[in-house]
């Protein structure tokens, strides 16, 4: 069966210091990858989606970058954290138009 | 306007009470439709897909209206266990990009 994984689960960083989360899929081959944010009592904004190796698409212009450097492994990075950063961040795959996400990394940038 | 709008709530209801949500989309070319549901804290599920003709599972129930952009779900006889927050989601083109509703939160009371 599947399992996407993401570390780390909590993270408290300064304003700009780096970021790395990281994603990985298990159980399937090629699959869509996505990153999204969650804002305290906000919905889901998709940053970034990949449809494979080295293929990312970025849905809004900010200070994150993301990364495929394998076919099952997604990174979201940041060089300098904002305040702004803070939030729930999730990775997700989908399948057939449903999205299975990893247990969500949330980041508190003080 | 947004692409996904819902009600955020809270929603307060007693147990075995009958509650609905709606939720409206934009975009009049979306093809796919599902609700998901969040627990505080945690990551998205799907709770089911909304097809065009409705469907049901136990006590369930979504709904699409295309004419008017918007789908519905209805629980019925609600649980203590059904208080979460429900993503409306919408998938906006033929691929695998979905768009999330802002959630709108359930309290169930007993």
């Known amino acids: 069966s599947q399992t996407i994984h993401q570390w780390p689960a909590t993270l408290v960083q300064p304003v700009g210091s780096p970021l790395s989360l990281e994603c990985t899929v298990e159980?399937?081959?090629?699959?869509?990858l996505y990153w999204y944010r969650q804002a305290a009592g906000r919905g889901l904004q998709l940053l970034f989606y990949?449809?494979?190796?080295?293929?990312i698409s970025s849905e809004v212009p900010q200070n994150l970058s993301a990364s495929r450097p394998q076919d099952r492994q997604f990174i979201l990075s940041s060089k300098k954290l904002l305040l702004s950063d803070s939030g729930f961040y999730l990775c997700?795959?989908?399948?057939?138009?449903?999205?299975?996400f990893g247990e969500g990394s949330r980041l508190t940038v003080l | 306007r947004k692409e996904v709008e819902q009600d955020p709530g809270p929603f307060n209801v007693p147990e075995g009470a009958t509650v609905a949500f709606n939720c409206t989309y934009s975009?009049?070319?979306?093809?796919?439709f599902f609700w998901y549901r969040q627990d505080c804290r945690k990551e998205p599920k799907l709770l089911m897909s909304?097809?065009?003709s409705g469907n049901e599972d136990g006590r369930f129930t979504a709904q699409l209206n295309r004419a008017s952009q918007y789908i519905s779900l209805l629980i019925r006889d609600s649980k203590l266990s059904d208080s979460a927050t429900y993503l409306c989601?919408?998938?906006?083109?033929?691929?695998?990009?979905?768009?999330f509703g802002g959630g709108t939160r359930l309290m169930v009371k007993p």
């Open positions: 997700a795959w989908s399948f057939v138009g449903e999205l299975f």
């Open positions: 159980g399937t081959s090629n699959p869509n």
């Open positions: 990949s449809v494979g190796i080295g293929q």
């Open positions: 975009n009049s070319a979306s093809q796919s």
């Open positions: 909304v097809y065009s």
């Open positions: 989601v919408v998938n906006r083109n033929a691929g695998n990009m979905l768009t």
